[in-house]
């Protein structure tokens, strides 16, 4: 996953069981180099009577997932999930004791953390106030009477963190990355994508009609008449609509240079007219700034007609309804589970609601993640897994550097540009050398709407805070506790959050094999994203600026075109294909972070040996461990919904697509022509 664009990451076997149990091979435990009590391939997960030369993961995954239900409360249930399971009984101790100090000093983490989660765990109050919680806000909507008062309310939502009507951040110039700068992007859907607005497959059309009852519904609850309400929610389709209309395609918006429109703020006022753009700035308590990087002009010369042509009411009542749909999950539980019927249970196939304090578990990390973060990485995250993680992570970059050393496809002066990217990483393993600094955030015990509103409003005056300094590299875009890692391409950094290195992607005592097969392939993959499809625009200063030759590019650009078709041929729910143009990036970055954590993993001891442990080789249990990290069973309306809006592909595709392209995979489990994993040499996909 990308952050400002955050990045993600990858998992995923053939041999009969028969020859995968010879006589004579090692045993679980019994590899003498290794601590007692090391933990190996899962041999319950393998289904036997898969081939694994024809579907790998299925035959690594295959028992597990007949076995593995998902919970009700979920829509996809796999090895994340598991972890997460973990992470988030591990924060509900630290939560729970938190909430337990009354004393706790003012502005300290337990005070905070504790104050906070108590105060959304209190159902009785917030239920009492109903949709009094956030009545403030919708009077200041009603007040509204002229554009020029709707364009207030809407700059005045947007230092809520609200964004009503367009997104709005500060982060670094991609084009001169020491400077941060004003960024503007499209927004204003309340469905995910634009696809469910314009699309008329049966799927989103009976979409787009169940959200219009919905938000009929959610209207009802705030007081209106149901012939009101269903009038209101048909003009509130109509406008989203046509914002649908003029936003930019997912796909588009992977070019970072059809997103980098830098324009001077009179400049943007042209294109926008009725929209004075430093008089709104000024409103958003930004100052001294005279440009501004806008994603997607044309969505914003739309909106500016809009917002002088769509009645004042209509308005009131769009922003009505955002309000209310943004907060639901801090109010009364009418409108919180009418939310979770629609975006729970019709978009993804969610039977029910997780548990509240899971879900005010999400809201605590996100609005004093680092506070919890440190309690977290005190209590499990210690110094020698660090110290571990940072020589995996060498050593990828290590057996990255001889790969491009190897290229037959780029010339030396690329090749040296590459090869100082790539020693110019920035790494960061498990959490912040510097801890955020919350002063000037007040948490009280008395009121879940008033934390969240005060945490909206400390989050934007920060952000702002960092117009006219320096870019701080050290600023994390991940909580320690996420199970996740990320590349941000304008640090040129590779970033390992303390959530996810643990089992099954990282254990201090599981095997070399498994070892990099798991948590070594994420670090590949990570470090593949700096030199993916998009990745690959930015120079090692983090610049957005092009390094390569002519030559060079167009190869790449050949050899990235054979990627997307392979995975534009994938297929899932019978007859749904996986974007290959929307996934690429994702998908060279799985490619990559196979091959790089294998070659990391034959530097080693084990890598080198022949051992069989459980009856599998070390090159074996490498790909087993890529592939159970993988394993998942997912529901179907989540499968649909992340095909339109995931960058990821679907799980089986993620492990059994990079594999149908790597050589020692057809070595280590037997491949040939005749079974279903077998691509022709000249059609295998190879980037790095």
């Known amino acids: 996953m990308k952050i400002k664009s955050i990045l993600f990451l990858a998992t995923a076997s053939i041999l009969g069981l028969a020859s995968c149990q010879d006589k004579g091979t090692t045993k679980s435990g019994e590899f003498s180099s290794l601590p007692e009590g090391t933990k190996f391939i899962d041999t319950k997960n393998i289904d036997t009577t898969v081939n694994p030369a024809d579907d790998f993961y299925a035959y690594a995954n295959g028992a597990w997932m007949k076995t593995n239900s998902i919970p009700a409360s979920e829509t996809r249930w796999g090895s994340f999930n598991l972890l997460e399971e973990f992470n988030k009984k591990a924060l509900k101790g630290l939560l729970e004791e938190a909430a337990a100090k009354t004393g706790a000093a003012k502005g300290s983490p337990e005070q905070m953390v504790g104050d906070l989660y108590a105060s959304g765990m209190d159902s009785a109050a917030i239920e009492k106030l109903g949709i009094g919680a956030i009545q403030p806000e919708l ?5 509204i009477t002229d554009p020029a008062s709707l364009l207030n309310e809407i700059t005045r939502e947007v230092t809520l963190d609200m964004n009503p009507l367009f997104g709005f951040y500060v982060g670094p110039d991609d084009k001169e990355v020491t400077k941060n700068i004003c960024n503007l992007y499209q927004g204003g859907l309340g469905l995910p994508d634009r696809d469910y607005y314009l699309k008329p497959d ?14 009929a519904n959610m209207l009802k609850l705030s007081g209106e008449s149901e012939a009101d309400a269903t009038k209101h929610a048909a003009i509130i389709m109509d406008m989203e609509t046509a914002m649908a209309k003029v936003s930019m395609d997912r796909v588009t918006m992977r070019d970072p240079y059809k997103t980098y429109n830098k324009l001077s703020l009179s400049a943007l006022t042209t294109k926008t007219p009725g929209m004075d753009w430093k008089m709104l700035f000024g409103k958003m308590m930004v100052n001294n700034q005279d440009t501004v990087i806008v994603a997607q002009p044309d969505f914003f010369t739309a909106l500016s007609t809009m917002v002088k042509t769509v009645p004042i009411d209509n308005w009131k ?3 009505k309804w955002h309000a209310i749909s943004n907060m639901a999950g801090a109010m009364s539980n009418a409108f919180d589970q009418e939310h979770f019927d629609f975006y729970g249970k019709t978009m993804r196939g969610q039977k029910e609601q997780k548990p509240r304090w899971k879900r005010v578990m999400g809201t605590v990390d996100g609005a004093v993640g680092e506070q919890l973060g440190k309690m977290y990485s005190d209590k499990y995250f210690t110094a020698e897994a660090k110290a571990r993680m940072s020589e995996l ?6 057996a990255f550097e001889a790969r491009i050393k190897t290229l037959d496809w780029m010339n030396d002066s690329t090749k040296a540009k590459a090869i100082e990217k790539l020693h110019a990483f920035t790494k960061k393993i498990g959490y912040p050398d510097k801890w955020k600094d919350y002063t000037g955030l007040e948490i009280v015990r008395d009121s879940y709407t008033k934390n969240l509103m005060a945490s909206s409003v400390f989050e934007y005056k920060f952000m702002i805070s960092k117009l006219g300094k320096p870019v701080d590299k050290t600023i994390w875009g991940m ?4 199970v996740n890692a990320y590349y941000n391409p304008a640090f040129n950094e590779i970033v390992f959050p303390a959530g996810i290195l643990q089992y099954p992607f990282f254990d201090l005592h599981v095997d070399d094999a498994a070892i990099y097969g ?3 392939a994420v670090i590949g993959h990570e470090m593949t994203h700096g030199f993916d499809d998009q990745g690959c625009q930015y ?13 060079d590019k167009a190869r790449f650009d050949a050899k990235t075109k054979m990627v997307k078709e392979q995975y534009d041929a994938f297929t899932i729910l019978d007859d749904k294909h996986v974007n290959g143009a929307l996934t690429l990036g994702e998908n060279i970055a799985d490619l990559g972070g196979v091959t790089i954590g294998y070659d990391a993993f034959k530097m080693t001891k084990q890598g080198k040996d022949t051992t069989k442990i459980d009856g599998f080789t070390p090159d074996q249990r490498f790909f087993l461990s890529w592939a159970q990290v993988w394993r998942q069973n997912i529901r179907d309306e989540e499968a649909a919904t992340r095909l339109v809006t995931d960058p990821h592909s679907p799980g089986q595709h993620r492990c059994n697509g990079p594999l149908t392209n790597f050589a020692p995979f057809y070595a280590a489990f037997n ?5 279903k994993m077998y691509k022709p040499e000249a059609t295998r996909a190879k980037v790095w």
Not at 202 to 215: D, M, Q
Not at 393 to 398: E, M
């Open 139 to 143: 009077d200041k909507i009603n007040g």
């Open 202 to 215: 049966p799927r989103e059309s009976g979409i787009r009609a169940k959200y219009v009852i919905h938000i």
């Open 671 to 675: 491949v040939k022509e005749t079974n």
């Open 518 to 520: 798991g948590i070594g």
């Open 393 to 398: 992570v060498n050593n990828l970059q290590i």
């Open 317 to 319: 009542i769009y922003l």
């Open 479 to 482: 909580t320690p506790p996420t």
């Open 539 to 551: 120079a090692a200063d983090g610049n957005l600026k092009n390094w390569w030759s002519t030559e």
